[in-house]
T-cell receptor, first 112, second 112 residues
Framework: DAGITQSPRHKVTETGTPVTLRCHQT?????MYWYRQDPGHGLRLIHY???????DKGEVSDGYSVSRSKTEDFLLTLESATSSQTSVYFC???????????FGSGTRLTVV | GQNIDQPTEMTATEGAIVQINCTYQ??????LFWYQQHAGEAPTFLSY????GLEEKGRFSSFLSRSKGYSYLLLKELQMKDSASYLC?????????????FGGGTRVLVKP
């Protein structure tokens, strides 16, 4: 019954390769977010979306791009993965009133 | 920008009470959230405060003082399953996208 799913759950990739992570929601929420979580840094915002084709940068956006071609999907792309992008990536969704934010189960990405 | 501080780690005994403090600095406060995150899992919503005062939900309570830039999460009658990280997050109405900024999280260890 999860309203938000992330895929893949785990991925190992080589330095320099492109990687795309997918976030899919069934809640029809307007806002979607990509965060990364690293020890000692908590959750840091990478990019967010406030509607179809409307996206903006977060605090750690370098090396990442996003796309949102329909309400339910928000894609995060690492154009050329680096070891510093090894992390756990969480997608989140929220309604317009912003009183509820729901997180996906996360994607553990390892860049070797 | 925003600055959110919370202790890194706390230890408490089963059945006891623990209070996790969070201080923040923001130019346009619009809500403070507390999330619980067990190791290897997604953050889950605990509480939301936008007005001063105490919000109680069963064993968990959250307090907010906007004038002091201060919140705390109170966990009563601690259980072993409460061992987790607790994340404080703030929303700024001046920031587009309803996005949350997180503190580094407080890891709580409950001992028998």
């Amino acid at each position: 019954d999860a309203g938000i799913t992330q895929s893949p759950r785990h991925k190992v990739t080589e330095t320099g390769t492109p990687v795309t992570l997918r976030c899919h929601q069934t809640e029809n929420h307007r806002y979607m977010y990509w965060y990364r979580q690293d020890p000692g840094h908590g959750l840091r915002l990478i990019h967010y979306s406030y509607g179809v084709k409307d996206t903006d940068k977060g605090e750690v956006s370098d090396g990442y791009s996003v796309s949102r071609s329909k309400t339910e999907d928000f894609l995060l792309t690492l154009e050329s993965a680096t070891s510093s992008q090894t992390s756990v990536y969480f997608c989140a969704i929220s309604e317009s009133d912003g009183e509820s934010y729901t997180f996906g189960s996360g994607t553990r990405l390892t860049v070797v | 920008g925003q600055n959110i501080d919370q202790p890194t780690e706390m230890t408490a005994t089963e059945g006891a009470i623990v209070q996790i403090n969070c201080t923040y600095q923001t130019s346009g406060f619009n809500g403070l959230f507390w999330y619980q995150q067990h190791a290897g899992e997604a953050p889950t919503f605990l509480s939301y405060n936008v007005l001063d005062g105490l919000e109680e939900k069963g064993r968990f309570s959250s307090f907010l003082s906007r004038s002091k830039g201060y919140s705390y999460l109170l966990l009563k009658e601690l259980q072993m399953k409460d061992s987790a990280s607790y994340l404080c997050a703030v929303r700024d109405f001046k920031a587009a996208g309803n996005k949350l900024t997180f503190g580094g999280g407080t890891r709580v260890l409950v001992k028998p």
